[in-house]
């Protein structure tokens, strides 16, 4: 066997999400290798793998028939294959499995790894690959995934011989779980699936220098705690690391504990929860005005599991001038890398809350803090408190009567069931599911964070449907988002995986339409979607020019196609879509396409320039600098 991996992985903890392994046994048979591969996929856990055959990977499709413990899903098309096993890792916490043929099957496969390996996803792609004999001769179908995953996954391998399917197979499962969660790729030669070898389990690992670190350092905890003792504006910058550490718990209690504001990055919604009064919202390029201002005054920002990331922080060098920074995460590798931290943590954040909690309730640190420091937290909530009420989120219904797009993403949050899981794509849509959908518990939201990828939303809500039956899963997409990756609704069908899907229809790219608008002198350059370049560029809602009818294109692939253009429909139409949970449900709303999503900065530009709404910069004159 030959090993690719990109780099020594890095050290990282977490318990293992592969799933519920069966018990090891220690009986050896002979077998193909590619029955070996199929029993390793058993013994790991993994009961849902989304993908489709071809030549190279199809020596593993036959023992797969045999299993009654691995489920296969038949997408469509390989990125579907690849988002899907996305949703259903973030929805359940354990390792998703995606799977395709070589050359063009693995290829397709790259934008959902890369998506995986940004929002750090466990995730393990198998991928089939030529003969041993043919590769690097540009035989058909050949291409060096291996090669060209190098830089977006945590580890890979290329695997000829037979042998070693089991020992990959249950280090892949391993790499991606642990530590910071991400994709795992094992690329199989066809004559290490047809070879003839010997199952056994557990395998022996080896993994020299994969080893997690899930402690922080004490003195560093004391020292966070110091900090956090004597800030005047301190902020917690909580990101997706809470979630993937499953440490919302300790996050409420230590916000309870400190009285310290609460900030949640999009990939961290539902981390803490959005009623509770400490939560200020978002923060960000479309943050509400209070997250982004508070971080932008702060004196202190501890970050949770969170990157600095350009969408946070706007132009870095003027990101939060006045604060102090204690940086805790599992990734060495982000500490510093954009932002230096005063107080680096490098540790599994649900530990270093816990300990925070800890040194911030002795004595000691009790003592530290003074008789004054409640005092100085309340000047500080009561600033924070005067941009709430000032700046809210808020939006303005169409004076035509038309549908209003954050109107209706409301309105499926507050009529959804309990603990729905949502879906969204990228763009317009998007960001107001994240201001206007309800997030009180972690794994509830589902998107494309780091890679922005457009099309996620569907394949993503059959994986997270596939995995959580018993939830109800709502994709809030865009008729750009939707029309790439729409052929899943037709494998959702006929696996019995009842999605809802909600349309934000607006004819239109919006959040590029929204960048023309701003920034191009309403230039609408080739970001009309509902009709051709000699229709009119504004066609009124409903009008036959929309191309194609999104509810006669649901109900050819099995679904049920809804339309909804009336405001005074929206909540009848929405509670039809609820009520249906034999079959996917489609429902194409037509919506106001000169909505925009506000607040804003404007990329490249500083947190200090954010706009609460066009042309609103809000006044912090009052703000103690």
Known sequence: MTE????????????????????????????????????????????????????AILPAYDPMMDSTA????????????????????????????????????????????????????????????????????????????????????????????????????????????????????????????TGSTTFSWPPTQDLPGYRPVSRPHAKQIREAARLIAEARRPVFYVGGGVIKSGASAELLALAELTGVPVTTTLMALGSFPDSHPQHLGMPGMHGSVAAVTALQKADLIVALGARFDDRVTGRIDSFAPFAKVVHADIDPAEIGKNRVADVPIVG?????????????????????????????????????????????????????GTLSPQQVIERIGQLAPANTIFTAGVGQHQMWA?????????????????????????????????????????????????????????????????????????????MVRQWQTLFYNQRYSNTVLHSGPDAPATPAAGAGTRVPDFVKLADAMGCVGLRCEDPAQLDAVIEKANAINDRPVVVDFIVHEDAMVWPMVAAGTSNDEVMAARGVRPDFSDADD
């Open 434 to 510: 994240a201001h206007y959908l309800p997030f009180e518990r972690p794994g509830t939201w589902l998107n494309s964070g780091g890679l922005g990828t457009m099309g996620y939303s569907v394949p993503a809500a059959m994986g997270a449907k596939a995995g959580r039956p018993d939830a109800t899963v709502w994709a809030i997409d865009g008729d750009g988002c939707f029309q790439m990756t729409n052929q899943e609704l037709v494998t959702a069908a006929l696996n019995n995986i009842p999605i809802k899907v909600a349309i934000i229809n607006n004819g239109a790219l919006g």
């Open 4 to 55: 690719q991996a990109t780099g020594a992985p890095k050290p990282q903890p977490r318990a293992p999400r592969s799933g519920a392994p069966q018990q090891p046994t220690a009986t050896i048979e002979h077998v193909t290798g590619a029955q070996s591969l199929i029993r390793s996929l058993e013994a790991v856990g993994a009961d849902t793998v989304f993908g489709i055959p071809g030549g």
């Open 70 to 193: 691995v489920r296969h899903i038949l997408v469509r098309h390989e990125q579907g294959a690849g988002h899907a096993a996305t949703g259903y890792a973030q929805a359940t916490g354990k390792v998703g499995v995606c799977m395709a043929t070589s050359g063009p099957g693995a290829t397709n496969l790259v934008t959902p790894i890369a998506d995986a390996h940004m929002d750090s996803v466990p995730l393990v792609a198998i991928t089939g690959q030529v003969a041993s004999r043919t590769i690097g001769t540009d035989a058909f179908q050949e291409a060096d995934i291996c090669g060209i995953t190098l830089p977006v996954t945590k580890h890979n391998f290329l695997v000829t011989d037979p042998a070693d399917i089991p020992r990959v197979i249950a280090e892949a499962f391993h790499i991606a779980s642990t530590g910071r969660p991400g994709p795992v790729l094992v690329d199989i030669a066809k004559d290490a699936l």
């Open 348 to 400: 599994d954040v649900k530990e270093v809350m816990a300990d925070l909690a800890a040194a911030l309730s002795g004595e000691e640190a009790a003592a530290s803090r003074g008789p004054e420091a409640a005092e100085r937290y309340a000047a500080w909530w009561r600033q924070l408190d005067r941009w709430r009420e000032t700046y809210p989120l808020g939006y303005d219904l169409p004076e035509d």
